[in-house]
């Protein structure tokens, strides 16, 4: 017996209430613009520059001791944190220091480090530094710089493809999905103060991947239904194409979200703000192909007669998909 989320013919209505829908995605965008601004993101070492210095103890972590023993150093500023994690054992306490870079502008040298060990090993016998990051102030520039260039290519290139291969209305509709699903993410970022650090700048590149890959789907199948039911209204073409490939959405959406949580709860704390990332993004993406993109598609228009040129490209990129 096969596995059904969603029955093969449905007949929703996803365009009755698009002003509540749109209305929610736009209160989520103020809100994550508000957090944005008002709390900033949580930068990790890679963006701000500094130390990063992982621990391991069989003690369990006092973190204002940690912090008095630390103080005497004039490290400048620090911030401590324990690392809890369900496949940590009863002996294993993880923390996290954070050192700002240091007055020369670097991060601190290797003496310190080894300074920095041995104030704790006196609070804590037998410490560990599990891994030790370094990240100087103008590279950490550099790579704030190339991470903000790297999304807004993508999304540029986005829009591109999509003009190429439908009308210049889906593709607006398509980047404004994909825009709609990375500042909502970045919004939960700032309010959550979840680290933001490179792993979260390629889950933003792959949410883009995903949604757009929903989006098309939906996309593809309105153009075709537009030459098949030339009598219906765009409205009537976009419900009932939605409906068509509602199934596939869900089940795809359904199975990666089982493998995230997995690897949320089981894949340890190193990995988890990008799962995260990835968990969000998938619920938002699959949320604004259907309610932003296609919204945007209707209130927009679309020629019903496709030109010669049109037919001939979507069949040119429909060969190469095949």
């Known amino acids: 017996m096969r596995l059904k989320l969603v029955p093969e013919k449905t007949s929703f209505d996803f365009f009755s209430n698009w002003k509540l829908w749109m209305g929610v995605s736009s209160l989520l965008l103020v809100l994550s613009l508000v957090s944005f601004f008002a709390q900033g993101l949580n930068f990790g070492i890679d963006f701000r520059g500094g130390t990063t210095v992982r621990t391991e103890s069989t003690m369990a972590v006092d973190v204002g001791i940690y912090r008095k023993a630390i103080e005497p150093m ?3 500023d620090i911030s401590i944190t324990e690392v809890f994690d369900p496949t940590f054992e009863a002996d294993q306490h993880v923390a996290m220091i954070r050192i700002q870079a240091q007055a020369d502008g670097e991060a601190i040298s290797g003496e310190t480090i080894e300074a920095l060990r041995a104030t704790l090993d006196g609070v804590a ?3 560990k530094f599990v891994s030790v990051e370094s990240v100087g102030p103008k ?5 704030v710089q190339t991470a903000v260039l790297a999304v807004v290519l993508a999304i540029g290139a986005v829009l591109v493809y999509i003009w190429l291969r439908f009308e210049w209305q889906f593709a607006l509709g398509a980047v404004a999905a994909l825009v709609h699903d990375v500042l909502l993410t970045i919004g939960v970022f ?3 103060q979840i680290k933001f650090d490179l792993a979260i700048i390629a889950a933003l590149l792959t949410i883009v991947g995903y949604s757009l890959n929903d989006t098309v789907v ?4 309105v153009r075709e239904n537009l030459r098949k039911f030339k009598k219906l209204s765009l409205g009537e073409v976009l419900n009932l194409s939605i409906n068509q490939t509602l199934s596939r959405t869900v089940m795809t959406s359904v199975t990666t979200l089982i493998a995230l949580i997995a690897l949320y709860v089981l894949g340890g704390d190193v990995i988890r703000g990008f799962v995260f990332a990835m968990i969000w993004g998938v619920i938002v993406g699959t949320y604004s192909s259907v309610f932003v993109a296609s919204t945007i ?6 020629k019903r007669d496709w030109s010669k040129q049109a037919n001939t490209t979507g069949n040119q990129f429909a060969n190469i998909d095949a």
């Open 125 to 127: 016998p037998g410490i």
């Open 74 to 76: 004039q490290l400048g």
């Open 218 to 221: 939906v996309f593809d199948r």
């Open 139 to 143: 590279v950490s520039g550099e790579l």
């Open 190 to 192: 700032a309010a959550v």
């Open 297 to 302: 598609l209707l209130k927009l228009g679309v």
